[in-house]
């Protein structure tokens, strides 16, 4: 017969479960930290951002776990989740999608992946008729190679005749702007410690001036380091270089952010500002970016918000965000083509 006046052992995997259970629980609950604090201050809460799904999965799979078991520790995935909730709707939405619209700006961004898609083959001409199929009057491309001029970019998009370009150096990507409207005031900031840059133009509709802001923030290099991580000779160096180098771009996106924040600050027109930040919303980068726009997903999105197709959908990255004062999202949808990692985002803005 026991003896319940004793302390009873407590097993070994029970104690661990509830150990697991109130971490996860409080890691998971900072994710918010992620939006406000610099990643040169402390970086693991840009990590936190990042893995924030997966987290989210795993405080679901505890609670399931907990509520067979009819424990309380139930309530600790439940306050995860619940302290999460200003990331759902950077995920889902449900809005109506008029089929036509007679919205002004017909307006789509693209990382274009160098025009190759399988086999180096060229995706251009695909890429062409694609938008030109949706009628897309105002384009923002990410890496379009270097050896592409102004030139070869109007004779492949005949509907933009207005192109404006970074201009590209040795090995480095451009960006691009196109559109059928009148682009003037054409201005590249570039950040003087890596070749990502951002192109800005003033674009005129309906005698209204647009500033369009196209940008490509430093990557995270996960496809140059993963290399490394297959069959490595020395796996715990290979990590600890990878997490580095990634964790390090993180630093970087946090300087070009608030650079380019100085810059949207002082604008004198409203702005469509859009591209590949490679950054979720759950991030500084992203926050500091949008500050008052309004981003188009959340406005006009309709169910599940992804842009980048490899990690098992789960990052959206591309955005296009916009001044709500002057500027109105009638329509949010990526595109469904494989020509690139990424998904074009195309949106119906109409001015006010």
Same mark, same amino acid.
């Given at each position: 017969?026991?003896?319940?006046s004793?302390p009873?052992?407590?097993?070994?995997g029970?104690?661990?479960f509830?150990v697991?259970c109130i971490?996860?629980?409080?890691?998971?609950?900072?994710?918010f930290?992620a939006?406000?604090?610099?990643p040169?201050?402390?970086?693991?809460f840009?990590?936190?951002?990042?893995?924030?799904?997966?987290l989210?999965?795993?405080?679901?799979?505890?609670?399931l776990i907990c509520?067979?078991k009819?424990?309380?520790y139930?309530i600790?995935?439940?306050i995860?989740?619940?302290a999460n909730f200003h990331y759902?709707?950077h995920?889902?939405?449900?809005?109506?999608q008029?089929?036509e619209?007679?919205? =002004?700006i017909k307006? !789509?961004?693209?990382?274009?992946h160098?025009?190759?898609m *399988?086999y180096? /083959?060229s995706?251009? &001409?695909?890429?062409a008729?694609?938008?030109f199929t949706?009628?897309v009057?105002?384009?923002?491309?990410?890496?379009?190679?270097?050896d592409?001029?102004i030139a070869?970019?109007?004779?492949?998009?005949?509907?933009l005749p207005?192109v404006?370009?970074?201009g590209?150096?040795?090995k =480095?990507?451009?960006? !691009?702007?196109?559109?059928?409207y009148?682009l003037d005031? *054409?201005?590249? /900031?570039?950040?003087? &410690?890596?070749?990502n840059?951002?192109?800005?133009?003033?674009?005129t509709v309906?005698?209204e001036?647009?500033?369009i802001g196209?940008?490509?923030?430093?990557t995270t290099?996960?496809?140059?380091?993963?290399?490394?991580?297959?069959n490595?000779?020395?796996?715990?160096?290979?990590?600890?270089d990878a997490?580095?180098?990634?964790?390090s771009?993180f630093?970087?996106?946090?300087?070009?952010v608030?650079s380019?924040?100085?810059?949207l600050?002082?604008?004198?027109h409203?702005l469509?500002?859009?591209?590949d930040?490679n950054?979720t919303?759950?991030s500084y980068?992203?926050?500091?970016?949008k500050?008052?726009?309004?981003?188009?997903?959340r406005?006009?999105?309709?169910?599940?918000g992804y842009?980048?197709r490899?990690?098992?959908?789960l990052?959206?990255i591309?955005?296009?965000?916009y001044?709500?004062t002057k500027?109105?999202?009638?329509?949010?949808?990526?595109?469904s083509i494989?020509?690139?990692d990424?998904?074009?985002v195309?949106?119906?803005?109409?001015?006010?």
């Amino acid at each position: 017969m026991k003896n319940y006046s004793e302390p009873q052992p407590v097993p070994i995997g029970t104690l661990f479960f509830k150990v697991a259970c109130i971490l996860l629980m409080v890691v998971t609950s900072l994710s918010f930290m992620a939006l406000y604090v610099p990643p040169e201050v402390f970086v693991l809460f840009q990590w936190i951002g990042v893995l924030l799904p997966l987290l989210l999965l795993c405080n679901l799979l505890f609670l399931l776990i907990c509520l067979y078991k009819r424990t309380w520790y139930s309530i600790c995935p439940i306050i995860a989740l619940l302290a999460n909730f200003h990331y759902y709707p950077h995920k889902f939405q449900m809005h109506h999608q008029e089929k036509e619209n007679a919205s =002004e700006i017909k307006f !789509a961004t693209y990382n274009v992946h160098e025009f190759k898609m *399988i086999y180096n /083959i060229s995706s251009i &001409e695909q890429i062409a008729a694609y938008l030109f199929t949706n009628k897309v009057n105002t384009l923002c491309l990410q890496e379009v190679p270097e050896d592409y001029t102004i030139a070869e970019l109007k004779n492949k998009f005949p509907s933009l005749p207005y192109v404006v370009v970074t201009g590209g150096k040795s090995k =480095e990507h451009q960006l !691009a702007i196109l559109s059928s409207y009148p682009l003037d005031s *054409i201005a590249t /900031i570039s950040f003087p &410690e890596r070749p990502n840059c951002a192109l800005f133009a003033d674009m005129t509709v309906n005698n209204e001036k647009i500033r369009i802001g196209n940008f490509h923030l430093q990557t995270t290099n996960w496809n140059q380091v993963k290399g490394n991580l297959i069959n490595p000779k020395n796996t715990s160096s290979s990590w600890a270089d990878a997490l580095g180098t990634i964790s390090s771009n993180f630093k970087f996106r946090g300087r070009q952010v608030d650079s380019l924040r100085h810059v949207l600050d002082r604008s004198p027109h409203p702005l469509i500002i859009s591209g590949d930040f490679n950054n979720t919303p759950v991030s500084y980068g992203y926050k500091t970016i949008k500050g008052d726009l309004k981003d188009a997903y959340r406005e006009a999105g309709n169910g599940y918000g992804y842009t980048y197709r490899y990690f098992m959908k789960l990052f959206r990255i591309d955005f296009v965000l916009y001044s709500g004062t002057k500027i109105h999202a009638e329509n949010y949808r990526t595109g469904s083509i494989d020509f690139s990692d990424h998904l074009p985002v195309l949106v119906d803005l109409g001015i006010q």
